[in-house]
């Protein structure tokens, strides 16, 4: 995967900024805003994160497979999700949100895994969710938990919050078995869409692995990798 020097990385830097806040720079910066004729309305960002801010449940018109859906925004990470959605507000942009669609209600509201959902049903998840700019991930429920509330939850976000490794739950390997697969899984998921000139937006601490496994598949893409927590000083893993 190309590595850019600090000066390239600067650019790619004003490049995405620029265009998600055009009015934000002024004097010599403003030659960022530039690069608009150049990318022009051909730019597109594929932003990657663990959930997408959408929920579904079953219409009420299909109460049974295959289903129709409904489509709510869901609730947490409120200011990374509007983040996301401003990109969308330039038209110089346009911004794909690639994410775990977790469980759905039924038409009880009860909750229910995707596992068991017939080929016709997740279609129509696809089918609904790409009127809202977005592309669900189907995880079976097994490897999604090994890869939260496992990994993610149990090894990652505990050293990220300065927790030593021994405040840390014990390592289980089919935990990082699950994070591993959930990675692969996203980045076939952004392979599927993916065009020359897109730029690949990563979210946190879940898919730490994809920025290089969509890479080795992609060595030209841009990618960028945005961790929504400091990552811990060397003196922790001293």
């Known amino acids: 995967m190309h590595k850019p020097n600090l000066d390239e990385a600067a650019e790619l830097s004003l490049k995405v900024i620029s265009l998600s ?7 010599k910066v403003e030659d960022a805003h530039h690069k608009h004729e150049e990318l022009g309305a051909h730019v597109r960002i594929i932003a990657a994160s663990h959930f997408l801010p959408f929920s579904i449940s079953v219409s009420e018109e299909t109460p049974e497979e295959p289903y129709q859906w409904k ?4 609730s947490g990470h409120t200011a990374m999700y509007a983040g996301i959605r401003s990109l969308s507000d330039n038209p ?25 959902l017939s080929h016709e049903s997740r279609t129509n998840i696809y089918k609904e969710l790409e009127k809202h700019g977005a592309v669900p991930v189907f995880v079976d429920e097994e490897t999604a938990h090994g890869h939260y509330e496992g990994y993610s939850k149990q ?16 390592m289980n390997p089919a935990w990082w078995a699950s994070y591993n697969k ?3 899984i996203f980045a076939a998921a952004i392979g599927s ?46």
């Open 21 to 27: 806040r055009p009015s934000s720079f002024s004097g």
């Open 71 to 74: 489509v709510t925004r869901r």
């Open 92 to 116: 110089n942009t346009g911004c794909t949100h690639v994410g775990w669609i977790g469980n759905y209600k039924d038409v009880k509201g009860e909750e229910h895994s995707c596992d068991s």
């Open 155 to 170: 090894i990652l976000w505990p050293l990220l919050h300065y927790m030593s490794w021994n405040d840390s739950h014990p």
């Open 182 to 184: 959930v990675n692969q």
């Open 193 to 238: 869409i993916y065009t020359e000139g897109d730029i690949v937006w990563i979210h946190d601490y879940h898919l730490l692995l994809l920025p290089e496994m969509f890479g080795a598949l992609h060595p030209k893409a841009t990618i960028g990798l945005f961790l929504h927590s400091p990552f811990p000083s060397s003196e922790l893993f001293r």
